[in-house]
């Protein structure tokens, strides 16, 4: 299973990394066999797991347990078994996704999994790709992959084309929650409760989805990308002056060859470096911290809140979903059995097959709006949804498809139009 930078960079954006990182499961002979073949067909070789040079400059270098570094042809790889924040390995395989890296497929950590591993280890590189993987951002295309399939399980099969995309009533509650419950594994517990819940709700009855009191609203937290987006601003700032003073280290070593004076040019740079590092550090940690606090109140939140949450997204969906049945009905009855205000506006249904199916998709379109709300005007609604807007749209170009218009053609004339106050009924109500 694909970890480390690699997978950050499947997940957020790509980032440079020196290294190729495998997360394998322990205790796994059969695994262990495969994990030497593909070592083997690699020409893999052991390496120290200790930065190039660190002992002679006198920098202590405490490597993670439960790694092994291999040269391969490919570069180097890092084997991962058991790292800190990762839950059991089957736990990490069944969230894991597949993805194509580098013209190949992979099986990559949750994003999920990897901000714990990331959270766990709070290394400066990892507090940095933390800030990318918190983004809301770089999580939107999945978000809208997701919404597209909420939008999905709210139409019919056999629904008509006028009736237009469904919306989800609760779309913008899922979107944050998603976005807020990220650095958890809450967010997929939530998925899976809906999911769940959505099928107990469509094997109920009408009379029985009727006497479901609907739980109230409740406040979402704060997410944590701005938090996140501060620690990795001290990480960087760490990263960088770490570099400087590492340089300032690798110049003190040839102190004998330098003169008294730059010789103590040398230490007073070093003592400013380093006190620079342990600050920025300082503020990372402390960063560090407030995201654990934050994730934490995330997960309490969830804990405390997630059957109320879960009815009511679900309630308001199943709803939705069986009035929008209902419209569809009405709608594709509409042809057949035109209101009045249907006929008003396109006259009788025509005999010819090609002029009735331009009169068919004129009186579902009319029939589609005029159900949700009232009979089509001349002029778009005024202070309405974007629904409705698209709804008026799309009766009134099928309408003008077959010669007739919405409205009184004439102010002098009888208007073709019911008054406002025959309205369908609500869809949603």
């Known amino acids: 299973m694909l970890v480390g930078g690699l997978a950050v960079g499947l997940w957020a954006h ?46 202590h270098w405490a490597p993670m347990e439960g790694v092994e570094r291999f040269q391969t042809v490919a570069g180097t790889l890092d084997v991962l078994r058991d790292p800190d924040g990762a839950a059991p390995y089957p736990q990490l395989r069944a969230r894991a996704q597949t993805m194509e890296a580098f013209g190949a497929r992979a099986v990559v950590v949750g994003r999920e999994d990897l901000i714990a591993m990331k959270l766990a280890a709070s290394r400066l590189q990892d507090l940095i790709d933390l800030d990318a993987l918190l983004d809301p951002a770089n999580s939107e295309p999945e978000r809208v992959a ?34 807020r419950l990220t650095p958890t594994q809450a967010r997929g517990e939530m998925e899976r409760r809906l999911r769940a819940r959505a099928r107990e709700l469509q094997e109920l009855t009408d009379d029985q989805l009727h006497e479901l009191a609907l739980p109230a609203a409740v406040p979402v937290p704060e997410a944590l990308a701005r938090t996140a987006a501060q620690v990795a601003a001290a990480a960087s700032g760490a990263d960088a002056a770490e570099e400087h003073e590492f340089a300032l280290v690798r110049e003190r070593a040839d102190l004998g060859r330098l003169a008294r004076r730059d010789k103590r040019n040398v ?34 939140f969830y804990n405390q809140h997630s059957p109320a949450l879960t009815e009511r997204i679900a309630l308001l969906r199943e709803r939705y979903r ?5 419209l569809a009905q009405r709608v594709l009855a509409a042809p057949a059995s035109p209101a009045s205000y249907i006929t008003q506006t396109l006259g009788q249904r025509p005999s010819k097959p090609s002029q009735r199916a331009l009169w068919d998709r004129a009186a579902r379109a009319i029939e589609a709006y005029a159900s949700r709300h009232e009979p089509p005007h001349a002029r778009p609604p005024v202070g309405r949804d974007r629904e409705t807007r698209a709804a008026w749209q799309r009766a009134l170009r099928a309408t003008h498809e077959t010669g007739a218009k919405l409205g009184p053609a004439d102010p002098t004339q009888p208007a073709k139009l019911s008054p406002p106050s025959r309205r369908g009924p609500r869809l949603g109500r």
């Open 14 to 59: 790509p980032r440079a990394t020196k290294d190729t990182d495998i997360l394998v499961p322990t205790n796994d002979r059969d695994n262990d066999g495969r994990l030497g073949e593909a070592l083997g067909e690699l020409d893999a070789s052991p390496l120290p797991l200790e930065a190039p040079g660190a002992r002679a400059l006198g920098i």
């Open 146 to 179: 997701l919404r597209a399939q909420d939008r999905k399980l709210l139409s019919g099969v056999d629904e008509p084309e006028e009736l237009g995309d469904p919306v989800d009533p609760v779309e913008h509650l899922v979107d944050e929650l998603r976005r």
């Open 322 to 326: 069986r009035h929008r049945a209902e």
């Open 267 to 300: 230490e007073d740079q070093l003592a400013q470096a380093s006190a620079q590092v342990e600050r920025l550090r300082s503020d990372a940690e402390l960063g560090v911290e407030r995201l654990r606090a934050g994730t934490a109140e995330i997960e309490r």
